[in-house]
């Protein structure tokens, strides 16, 4: 049996959210669709750095981002086009555009690794986010396990009214049948649909964190429906995002 | 008492600080405890406290939740750039524009906001209510 991985948490951790931890945290070391376990594990790395480096930092505080120049605070090997989407996505999100993405794919990087680093990011965010809340260690970097990333990209996914193509909620193919299922599928669980995996990353944490199920107005025990939403409005206004 | 007793302030989400939430039990606790979280400000243990003595272990365990959460959901919709889903584009245009979400950054360029549809959204949520009370019965 293995260990919680927030045993040492001064509040009791739910177990569920401990697995769901768990589990989202090894998928990061493992090869991906478009990055090996190793690169992803780099962008782990990438992320962290990113929240600390000074080039981002005064990006946010400047009128437009390509305004101020600079190196940014690197940590890792990879691309230079990875690195700098890895920063913009932990740091300034709500400032990236269609424009920019453009500008990514330029450089070298196709809409599917994208959306790759777009996942990795955001679980990092929001599992180092949980552990800023509570003040614990952060985890350590997830163990890499070797292969090749299986480069698999699904047939369906389509422009649909978003920056990479996403598989619209009637479209999922049989190997996608599992993500959608029935739900009530909102634009934001279709986002990363490019990278099928990424969407089953995301759900699972979902149940966790926030609730199981988007459409229960019952909530957790411990908070009802208003204090939950309230709190997610609120983040979201905080990082300007739209949605 | 539960917050879904009331009618609830929405000019608190981006209300620069609040006192209290009308409508949201402890909505002031959990506001300042999201930003000094967002911010990474040295506030997060006192704001934590406030919520723990407010709503127990449970209640910063889950809230905590939802904060990392949302942390990682806003960066999956500016980073793909997903417009609002088309229902909901059109029932909060009113309150979109009114608590000052269209200022945003991430706003331009998507979704809608004209006047007429700033109009419009209230009457629609009305109609939408009937809607479902009728299906439910």
Not at chain 2, 24 to 45: K, N, T
Not at chain 2, 81 to 100: F, K, Q, T, V, Y
């Given at each position: 049996m293995t260990s919680a991985i927030f045993a040492e948490a001064p509040y009791p951790i739910r177990?569920?959210?401990?697995?769901?931890?768990?589990?989202?945290?090894?998928?990061?070391?493992?090869?991906?669709?478009?990055?090996?376990?190793?690169?992803?594990?780099?962008?782990?790395?990438?992320?962290?750095?990113?929240?600390?480096?000074?080039?981002?930092a005064d990006r946010v505080d400047a009128l437009g981002p390509h305004s101020v120049q600079?190196?940014?605070?690197?940590?890792?090997a990879l691309p230079a086009v990875a690195i700098e989407a890895t920063?913009?996505?932990t740091t300034d999100a709500a400032r990236l555009s269609e424009k920019a993405i453009r500008e990514f794919n330029a450089a070298g990087l196709s809409d599917e690794a994208y959306v790759?680093?777009?996942?990795?990011?955001?679980?990092?965010?929001?599992?180092?986010?949980?552990?800023?809340?509570?003040?614990?260690?952060?985890?350590?970097?997830?163990?890499?396990?070797?292969?090749?990333?299986?480069?698999?990209?699904?047939?369906?996914?389509?422009?649909d009214g978003a920056w990479v193509p996403m598989i619209r909620s009637d479209g999922a193919?049989?190997?996608?049948?599992?993500?959608?299922?029935?739900?009530?599928?909102?634009?934001?669980?279709?986002?990363?649909?490019?990278?099928?995996?990424?969407?089953?990353n995301l759900l699972d944490l979902l149940g966790a964190f926030y609730v199981k199920?988007?459409?229960?107005?019952?909530?957790?025990?411990?908070?009802?429906?208003?204090?939950?939403?309230?709190?997610?409005?609120?983040?979201?206004?905080?990082?300007?995002c739209f949605y | 008492m539960s917050s879904r007793d009331n009618d609830v302030d929405l000019e608190a989400i981006t209300r620069a600080a609040s006192d209290e939430v009308a409508g949201v039990q402890y909505g002031a606790e959990l506001i300042a405890y999201?930003?000094?979280v967002v911010a990474r400000s040295p506030d997060v243990a006192k704001t934590r406290d406030a919520v723990q003595k407010s709503m127990g272990d449970d209640g910063v365990v889950d809230a905590a939740?939802?904060?990392?959460?949302?942390q990682r959901m806003v960066r999956i919709a500016d980073g793909t750039g997903i417009p609002i889903d088309g229902p909901l584009d059109i029932l909060s245009a009113d309150i979109r524009h009114e608590i000052g979400i269209n200022n945003f950054s991430s706003a331009k360029g998507r979704g809608k906001n004209g006047a007429l549809r700033r109009l419009a959204a209230p009457l629609m949520r009305r109609f939408m209510g009937r809607l479902v009370r009728l299906r439910s019965r």
């Amino acid at each position: 049996m293995t260990s919680a991985i927030f045993a040492e948490a001064p509040y009791p951790i739910r177990s569920d959210l401990d697995r769901a931890t768990r589990k989202a945290w090894d998928f990061l070391g493992k090869p991906g669709s478009w990055w090996t376990g190793a690169e992803r594990a780099a962008f782990v790395a990438e992320v962290r750095s990113a929240r600390d480096c000074r080039l981002c930092a005064d990006r946010v505080d400047a009128l437009g981002p390509h305004s101020v120049q600079g190196e940014h605070e690197i940590a890792s090997a990879l691309p230079a086009v990875a690195i700098e989407a890895t920063h913009r996505l932990t740091t300034d999100a709500a400032r990236l555009s269609e424009k920019a993405i453009r500008e990514f794919n330029a450089a070298g990087l196709s809409d599917e690794a994208y959306v790759e680093i777009v996942s990795i990011v955001s679980t990092v965010m929001g599992i180092d986010g949980f552990c800023d809340a509570l003040e614990l260690p952060l985890l350590p970097l997830p163990e890499v396990q070797a292969g090749e990333p299986s480069r698999y990209r699904p047939a369906e996914a389509v422009d649909d009214g978003a920056w990479v193509p996403m598989i619209r909620s009637d479209g999922a193919g049989e190997n996608e049948a599992d993500l959608y299922a029935g739900r009530f599928t909102p634009n934001v669980f279709r986002a990363m649909s490019l990278v099928p995996d990424a969407v089953r990353n995301l759900l699972d944490l979902l149940g966790a964190f926030y609730v199981k199920d988007v459409g229960d107005l019952k909530a957790r025990n411990s908070l009802d429906r208003p204090q939950i939403e309230l709190l997610a409005a609120r983040v979201s206004a905080l990082n300007e995002c739209f949605y | 008492m539960s917050s879904r007793d009331n009618d609830v302030d929405l000019e608190a989400i981006t209300r620069a600080a609040s006192d209290e939430v009308a409508g949201v039990q402890y909505g002031a606790e959990l506001i300042a405890y999201a930003d000094a979280v967002v911010a990474r400000s040295p506030d997060v243990a006192k704001t934590r406290d406030a919520v723990q003595k407010s709503m127990g272990d449970d209640g910063v365990v889950d809230a905590a939740g939802v904060i990392a959460n949302f942390q990682r959901m806003v960066r999956i919709a500016d980073g793909t750039g997903i417009p609002i889903d088309g229902p909901l584009d059109i029932l909060s245009a009113d309150i979109r524009h009114e608590i000052g979400i269209n200022n945003f950054s991430s706003a331009k360029g998507r979704g809608k906001n004209g006047a007429l549809r700033r109009l419009a959204a209230p009457l629609m949520r009305r109609f939408m209510g009937r809607l479902v009370r009728l299906r439910s019965r």
